[in-house]
């Protein structure tokens, strides 16, 4: 996991902005993964990619936009539909292989606060 | 699709003790099982893994088994020590979904000196 970065560490939002949050690997991984985590709570998935230029919805994507330019790069954008976005974002990285699971890998994550 | 359930939600032991967490599954196409640690505002950690074709897994005092036929799988943590108190996760990940993890909603440990 330490070939997984995340940016900033903290971020603050006014209301209406949209705002972007930073994750990358130089682990050569093909999967990156979102996934919101409320205080005390578990870990919902945002949107995952296991391919350049593709992406799914998991299971709370409303309010969020993801892209897959770059293997190494999977940005999130919050925008200012997402109502409720003060948690803490985690980024995740794994190697696919077919019909096989595998770890995924964290970052460190960003702690996102609307003022 | 998936759907994993975590067993206790908290629990809370006396250093030394042994301490077991349980997950149950509901597809029978999950083949693989990890275990994250997360301590408060850390990212999750890796602790240990299993795939289906194997029933148990020890890693020094860190223990997993899986039932496949029950769907059930669960983490044992022996000669609990102060720093093992974080919050676990199970996960489930299905064959068919290129890695997407399920988990279940956490345990957390608080081992008392």
Redesign the interface.
């Known amino acids: 996991d330490g070939g997984i970065t995340q940016s900033p560490k903290y971020l603050f939002r006014k209301e209406g902005q949209n705002v972007t949050l930073s994750c990358e690997q130089n682990l050569n991984h093909d999967a990156m993964y979102w996934y919101r985590q409320d205080p005390g709570q578990g870990l919902r998935l945002i949107y995952y990619s296991h391919i350049v230029n593709d992406f799914q919805k998991g299971d709370i994507a409303e309010g969020y936009s993801v892209s897959r330019e770059k293997k190494e790069s999977f940005p999130l954008t919050v925008t200012s539909a997402q109502k409720n976005p003060t948690a803490f974002y985690l980024c995740a990285s794994s190697s696919v292989v077919e019909h096989s699971g595998g770890p995924q890998y964290f970052g460190p994550g960003t702690r996102l606060t609307v003022l | 699709g998936e759907n994993v359930e975590q067993h206790p939600s908290t629990l809370s032991v006396q250093e030394g003790d042994s301490a077991v967490i349980k997950c149950t599954y509901s597809d029978s196409a999950s083949?693989?099982f990890?275990w994250y640690k997360q301590e408060l505002g850390?990212?999750?950690?890796?602790i240990i893994?299993i795939?289906s074709n194997v029933g148990e897994k020890k890693d020094q005092r860190i223990a997993v088994t899986l039932n496949k036929t029950a769907k059930h799988f669960s983490l044992h943590i022996t000669e609990t020590q102060p720093e093992d108190s974080a919050v676990y996760?199970c996960a489930a990940?299905p064959?068919?979904n290129?890695?997407?993890?399920y988990?279940?909603?956490?345990t957390k440990l608080n081992v008392k000196p």
């Open positions: 083949n693989y990890p850390k990212r999750p950690q890796l893994d795939r996760f990940s064959t068919y290129f890695n997407k993890f988990f279940g909603s956490g």
